[in-house]
């Protein structure tokens, strides 16, 4: 009985992938990723967190190591790029987006589909083009850009780093991210970084959780945004901690300075757990 049910369930993955076309892209069925389950957090009491720290950091998808979250610009096949699977999320309603509020969000005023696809979509462009009507006399024209995944870049993360006493273990959370864009002005120089809005990461991570992400070492153990993030196989550094001035590294320390000045803070949170079992 237990091979007929097998036997049966494989008969229906293969007529799921034939469907379509009648031709499978590959020798088997995907069915690992497509099915995956979001791994709990620890339950976390208030009495057991002994310390915590809170601190913003950048993730350059600019970087080798987060190649795997800016590529494909486009859809290929089943593969999706983090930013590309945020819109989707979004049009889905999977994705809330939250306003930004100053750099920073508490996650209170949501936004609506609309305003944030009016957040996503960049700004259209204004042609002088010639009037079918009366050749030689040029007239003004908008013409509406597409959203463009490949221009998101860079993404800034909230995260709270706590000990928790109860499991002895020193722990980190990702709170929430925010895709940055670069904006240009008409005669190509920048205007700096925007932030459309915020997403709820907790809340991502059922969306994130099916999506493949590609594996340089092995085309058959490939994972999923949520490895990524779960298992922090990402570089970023830290912009901002919790502070008296509330203000972002940068603010203090230029060049050199605030780069020591982060890699301080990642040190201080490293020695907090290696100084309490130390004898």
Not at 110 to 122: F, I, S
Request: proline share 5%.
């Amino acid at each position: 009985m237990k091979k007929l049910i097998f036997s049966l369930i494989i008969l229906l993955a293969y007529a799921g992938a034939f469907a379509q076309s009648g031709v499978l892209d590959g020798v088997y069925v995907k069915e690992h990723t497509p099915e995956r389950k979001v791994i709990p957090y620890t339950h976390l009491r208030e009495a057991d967190v002994m310390w915590s720290k809170r601190v913003w950091r950048i993730l350059d998808l600019r970087e080798k190591i987060n190649h795997p979250l800016y590529f494909p610009t486009q859809r290929i096949q089943n593969r999706r790029c983090l930013m590309q699977v945020i819109f989707d999320g979004i049009q889905e309603g999977t994705i809330t987006p939250y306003m930004d509020e100053n750099g920073d969000c508490e996650f209170k005023v949501q936004m609506t589909k609309a305003e944030a696809m009016a957040k996503l979509n960049p700004p259209p462009d204004t042609l002088q083009v010639e009037n079918p009507d009366s050749p030689g006399e040029f007239i003004s024209k908008i013409v509406p850009k597409e959203f463009k995944p490949a221009d998101y870049k860079k993404f800034r993360m909230k995260e709270d780093w706590f000990f928790d006493k109860q499991r002895s273990v020193l722990d980190v959370r990702i709170i929430g991210m925010a895709p940055v864009v670069t904006r240009y002005a008409d005669d190509g120089s920048e205007k700096g970084d925007a932030i459309p809005f915020w997403i709820y990461f907790p809340e991502c991570r059922y969306a994130f959780a099916n999506v493949e992400v590609y594996n340089r070492q092995n085309d058959a153990e490939r994972r999923t945004l949520e490895d990524i993030f779960w298992k922090r196989m990402f570089g970023s550094y830290i912009y901002k901690e919790t502070n008296v001035f509330d203000r972002i590294i940068d603010e203090y320390a230029q060049g050199i300075d605030a780069l020591m000045e982060s890699e301080r803070i990642k040190e201080e949170i490293f020695l907090l757990e290696h100084d309490l079992w130390e004898l």
